[in-house]
């Protein structure tokens, strides 16, 4: 001990401070005690002492960072001192320095790759120097402006500058250069500006790509279908939303007379046109997916190739690769296999014409394709219901969470309705039935790769989060649901015990809570498993068009189909591991700008509301407020502490409800509630709302009422707590969104 305090500089008045930091580490397992008052690392430290990760930089507002490390079990955790000069979004080396009762902790012993110096935020103008302030808090500022563009803009605009020097060292601050004055903050079009600026989206693709892209041709040139199987004579459809911007998948299922299935699963064969190396492929790379914004998209592919050669559009010739799957009359798998094909698409059909067609909703007009094809389509649909109960039966979790869907003025882009996506249960099922065949074909694809011992990029699931779960548990138990932490860990029980959720009345908070407890998919070139769908081999291959690791995993089963070698050497499976890494970034990157996108939408559509009232249910709880859902528009409002009522109201332990300090008024998950708007933040993206149930908000009369009642003996309500003005507390707020729904998993 004495030698460990002389080499950290620890004065004797605080040995005892430092003998109980040893015992914890001890404790733990980090060091281990020996006779003496000697410590030795303990065999986790040494094992991972030294060891480096890649990745990249997420910053908290708050200074400390972290690095994903899914081989060391978790995040790399990087307190404020050992960032340097490294940003949020940089890629860096991390060098592991300990692990503690925080986890693994690491310091950045090398920047790689800087994050985009794009930078949105507010311009600063002082006399004659000038500064942004970042809007997003997880990036080092301000950002000192050296010269200003033509463009000056004023104090207060909304601004976008580029970094044209980075920090070197933990003290300093990046400088940068005006690139582009937005306007007035709160306008629509400048918020979602700043949020793709902010996150390093550029709508354009780079120069080189586009050409490349271009080069191609409108069509499919005949040499590219030489040595294809010729797919032209199956109708193989395509099945989406009506908004969908781009169709990369088409299906086709017969029955023959024992009742056997055979399953056509075409995905455009976008690895034909993007080859390792190319522009295109670096581009897609460092984009990873498409984004959907509620009035455009961005895809991942220049849109010669995303919105024609690589979408499978009606009536003309497209590339494609085709699992052919073989099922029994119950739905076991016969055989498979994978072709390079082209195919010539019969029709372009929609979620709400199929669904109308086969008798699931009157609400949709009818679909004239569909309706050409419906027996068909009642094959399929027999195929994917048969294909779902068997999923089911093996466990795979199924959540109903609604999604929003923003209708926008096609003049004006102007909100005209939020609603939920899905909310006819009838179209509901035709998306089941492109959601099972695609599933199909993933788990195929996985399972044609393991089998030959190729390395891919896999979808990997985890099981939930045990802390996470211990709240769960306590909301269950509370409600009188009978839950057992073991049943979580295992998909099959977790599944069996959703099913028991349906007729419960808090079903759709006790289905989020529960899917928060969740860890989030990732892509890894590991398959271990994806615990959600109970599968022991899964990967992405349905959609090439938007996501970066179906294109890779394209590549693989065509170097197979061709009798290629497959590269396995430290330096292909580096720039594997790479991709894998990136792509899960990306796929987060994008899920946070589409919520968000979403969330400003949805507090523009209220703008002109305030003062309206709306019956909602709770469904989240911070320490500002609560959280509540309204159905019809289908918004989610923040209910502040002070807007809860007359009494001073806290979070429990828990975070599960929320009480009054005097009355012991108590607000909890899944509770109704009725809420008055009263205003919107479109910076902030959150309505916020006040609590009209709340005793003195109700009307003279039926307070009077409600007083009478409470003299009588039978009545057990407890009396409301006393009047007083609320509090001056000033709070932030927070958001919720949701995602756009998308196939495949």
């Known amino acids: 001990v004495n030698e460990i305090a002389t080499l950290l500089g620890i004065e004797a008045g605080a040995y005892a401070a430092l003998h109980r930091v040893l015992d914890d580490l001890a404790f733990d397992g980090s060091v281990v005690a020996m006779t003496g008052q000697r410590f030795k690392l303990g065999k986790v430290q040494r094992e991972t002492h030294g060891q480096t990760v890649t990745g990249v930089l997420n910053v908290n507002p708050r200074g400390f960072a972290f690095v994903a490390a899914p081989g060391l079990g978790g995040d790399v955790y990087l307190p404020p001192e050992a960032l340097g000069g490294a940003l949020h979004g940089d890629t860096v080396v991390v060098r592991i320095a300990a692990r503690s009762q925080r986890g693994v902790e690491g310091a950045v012993s090398q920047v790689l790759l800087r994050r985009s110096p794009r930078?949105?935020?507010?311009?600063?103008?002082?006399?004659?120097?000038?500064?942004?302030?970042?809007?997003?808090?997880?990036?080092?500022?301000?950002?000192?402006?050296?010269?200003?563009?033509?463009?000056?803009?004023?104090?207060?605009?909304?601004?976008?500058?580029?970094?044209?020097?980075?920090?070197?060292?933990?003290?300093?601050?990046?400088?940068?250069e005006l690139s582009v004055v937005l306007g007035r903050p709160g306008d629509p079009l400048v918020e979602v500006a700043k949020i793709l600026a902010r996150e390093g989206i550029e709508e354009e693709h780079p120069v080189e790509a586009v050409a490349e892209a271009e080069g191609f041709g409108p069509e499919v040139k005949p040499e590219a279908l030489v040595g294809r199987v010729d797919l032209t004579g199956i109708p193989l459809p395509t099945i989406d939303p009506e908004d969908a911007r781009d169709h990369d998948d088409a299906v086709w299922v017969t029955r023959d007379e024992h009742g056997h299935y055979k399953a056509w699963i075409a995905i455009a064969d976008v690895s034909h046109y993007v080859t390792p190396g190319s522009a295109l492929d670096e581009a897609a790379l460092q984009r990873g997916n498409s984004i959907y914004l509620p009035d455009r998209a961005i895809p991942m592919l220049p849109r010669?190739?995303?919105?024609?050669?690589?979408?499978?559009?009606?009536?003309?010739?497209?590339?494609?690769?085709?699992?052919?799957?073989?099922?029994?009359?119950?739905?076991?798998?016969?055989?498979?296999?994978?072709?390079?094909?082209?195919?010539?698409?019969?029709?372009?059909?929609?979620?709400?014409?199929?669904?109308?067609?086969?008798?699931?909703?009157?609400?949709?007009?009818?679909?004239?394709?569909?309706?050409?094809?419906?027996e068909d389509l009642e094959v399929m649909w027999d195929l994917s219901r048969m294909l779902r109960g068997r999923r089911m039966r093996r466990g795979a979790l199924d959540f109903d969470l609604p999604e929003p869907k923003v209708t926008l003025d096609p003049s004006s882009g102007a909100p005209l309705d939020v609603q939920k996506r899905t909310h006819d249960p009838g179209v509901a099922k035709a998306y089941q039935l492109i959601e099972e065949l695609?599933?199909?074909?993933?788990?195929?694809?996985?399972?044609?790769?393991?089998?030959?011992?190729?390395?891919?990029?896999?979808?990997?699931?985890?099981?939930?989060?045990?802390?996470?779960?211990?709240?769960?548990?306590?909301?269950?138990?509370?409600?009188?649901?009978?839950?057992?932490?073991?049943?979580?860990?295992?998909p099959k029980r977790l599944s069996a015990f959703l099913k028991k959720l349906q007729a419960h009345p808090k079903k759709q908070v006790l289905h989020m809570l529960l899917l928060r407890a969740m860890k989030q998919a990732v892509y890894d070139v590991q398959n271990t498993g994806h615990f959600g769908l109970a599968s022991s081999a899964y990967l992405h291959f349905t959609s090439p068009i938007r996501r970066y690791p179906d294109l890779v995993v394209h590549r693989e089963i065509r170097a197979v189909l061709r009798g290629e070698a497959i590269d396995r050497s430290d330096k292909a499976m580096e720039r594997l591991r790479l991709s894998a890494s990136t792509a899960s970034t990306c796929e987060r990157k994008a899920m946070e700008i589409e919520r968000e996108t979403v969330d400003l939408y949805r507090a523009l559509f209220m703008k002109d509301k305030i003062g309206a009232a709306y019956p909602a249910t709770v469904t989240g709880m911070v320490g500002t407020g609560v959280f509540v859902n309204v159905e019809d528009p289908f918004i989610d409002v923040l209910v502040r502490m002070e807007s809860l009522g007359p009494d001073t109201y806290a979070l429990d332990d828990e975070k599960l409800r929320v009480i009054g300090q005097?009355?012991?008024?108590?607000?909890?998950?899944?509770?109704?509630?009725?809420?008055?708007?009263?205003?919107?933040?479109?910076?902030?993206?959150?309505?916020?709302?006040?609590?009209i149930n709340a005793v003195e908000d109700e009307p003279e009369v039926a307070r009077k009422r409600r007083a009478v009642k409470r003299s009588g003996a039978t009545v057990t309500d407890r009396p409301g707590p006393p009047k007083k003005k609320p509090s001056k507390a000033a709070a932030k707020g927070g958001k919720k969104a949701g995602g756009k729904k998308k196939k495949g998993r």
């Not at 808090?137 to 605009?157: C, F, H, K, M, Y």
């Not at 996985?446 to 939930?464: C, M, N, Q, W």
């Not at 109704?672 to 916020?688: F, H, K, P, W």
């Open 119 to 176: 930078i949105a935020g507010t311009l600063r103008k002082r006399g004659k120097s000038s500064w942004l302030e970042p809007d997003d808090s997880r990036i080092r500022g301000p950002i000192v402006l050296t010269r200003l563009s033509a463009q000056q803009g004023e104090d207060g605009d909304a601004a976008i500058a580029t970094i044209t020097r980075y920090p070197e060292m933990g003290d300093e601050n990046p400088e940068g």
């Open 304 to 374: 010669a190739l995303s919105s024609n050669l690589c979408s499978l559009l009606p009536h003309v010739i497209r590339l494609c690769l085709c699992v052919e799957v073989d099922l029994d009359a119950t739905g076991t798998v016969l055989g498979s296999r994978v072709v390079e094909g082209y195919m010539r698409s019969a029709a372009k059909l929609t979620y709400p014409g199929v669904a109308r067609a086969l008798g699931f909703t009157s609400l949709p007009d009818k679909s004239p394709e569909a309706e050409a094809m419906r």
């Open 438 to 490: 695609m599933l199909l074909a993933n788990e195929t694809c996985a399972r044609y790769l393991v089998e030959k011992d190729i390395p891919a990029i896999f979808r990997s699931h985890g099981t939930p989060d045990e802390a996470k779960l211990d709240r769960f548990a306590t909301m269950c138990a509370e409600l009188g649901v009978k839950f057992e932490m073991d049943d979580a860990l295992d």
């Open 662 to 691: 005097r009355s012991g008024d108590r607000i909890s998950l899944g509770d109704a509630m009725l809420v008055v708007i009263e205003d919107v933040s479109l910076i902030r993206r959150t309505v916020y709302g006040k609590r």
